[in-house]
């Protein structure tokens, strides 16, 4: 028997279950999709991406706005818990970056992120 992530086990199960009911929350990014409530990114080239409980929120909040520039203030306070610095946000974009496509975010200089056009 080959090991597995019991985390990945249950999101596989979420993720089937809900396409047997019909009902799909996802975000469309270019050509990935976003499925938040499973902590999924699912990508053009190489499958799904399981991605932390903070990955998750910070893109949630991106994806939740896909025209909106967020600032890194703003990012903080709604993606992660309380005591995190803004040096925090700038962390998780480039780990989201780095499992991800680097133009999934953009950085707009001066202002903050963005979710990148992938097209």
Known sequence: MK???FEELNARLRALTRRYDGISTSYQIGGWTFYAEDRIIESPYSGRILLT???????NVLASEPARTFSREQLLARAFTRGESVATVETYVHYLRRKTDRDLIQT???RGYRLGSLE
């Open 53 to 59: 409980v903070t990955e998750t929120e910070l893109l």
């Open 3 to 5: 090991p597995f992530e």
């Open 108 to 110: 707009v200089r001066g």
